[in-house]
């Protein structure tokens, strides 16, 4: 299966998050134990923007999140992305602290095998 790397890191000095596009996919990795905020949305958003690939699947990775404030909430749920979110998390804290992101208007779906994410993510 295709592997996410941190080829393109977004707020660098920072290193809070990467963007990287593969040939059928992008991948959103979030660093472990951060709160993301409005300004970190903006900033993947604008990384995935700069891709040139913004059509193509999403896979976002989360590990250990301590937090995700409203206002990157909102921001997270005006997005319409044009294809398929597979959100890959490690454990039940994940799935709870992203479970908002089902609501959103693009199918999205929690995962907690790559595999599974990449398989979803890649169906036609």
């Given at each position: 299966?295709p592997?996410?790397t941190?080829?393109a890191p977004?707020r660098t000095?920072?290193?809070r998050?990467s963007v990287?596009?593969?040939p059928?996919?992008l991948?959103?990795?979030?660093q472990?134990?951060?709160?993301?905020d409005?300004?970190?949305i903006t900033?993947?958003?604008?990384a995935?923007?700069?891709?040139g690939r913004g059509?193509?699947?999403l896979l976002?990775?989360?590990s250990a999140l301590?937090?995700?404030?409203w206002?990157?909430?909102?921001l997270?749920l005006?997005y319409?992305?044009?294809?398929?979110?597979?959100?890959l998390?490690?454990?039940?804290?994940d799935?709870?602290l992203?479970?908002?992101m089902v609501?959103?208007a693009?199918?999205?779906?929690?995962?907690?095998?790559?595999?599974?994410?990449?398989?979803?993510l890649?169906r036609?």
């Amino acid at each position: 299966m295709p592997r996410c790397t941190d080829q393109a890191p977004g707020r660098t000095g920072e290193g809070r998050l990467s963007v990287t596009a593969l040939p059928f996919m992008l991948c959103l990795r979030w660093q472990p134990r951060i709160v993301i905020d409005r300004e970190d949305i903006t900033v993947a958003g604008s990384a995935i923007a700069a891709s040139g690939r913004g059509g193509l699947p999403l896979l976002v990775e989360v590990s250990a999140l301590r937090e995700v404030t409203w206002a990157a909430r909102e921001l997270v749920l005006a997005y319409e992305h044009p294809a398929r979110i597979a959100i890959l998390g490690y454990d039940d804290v994940d799935r709870v602290l992203m479970a908002f992101m089902v609501r959103s208007a693009t199918k999205t779906r929690f995962f907690l095998d790559r595999d599974a994410a990449v398989r979803w993510l890649l169906r036609a």
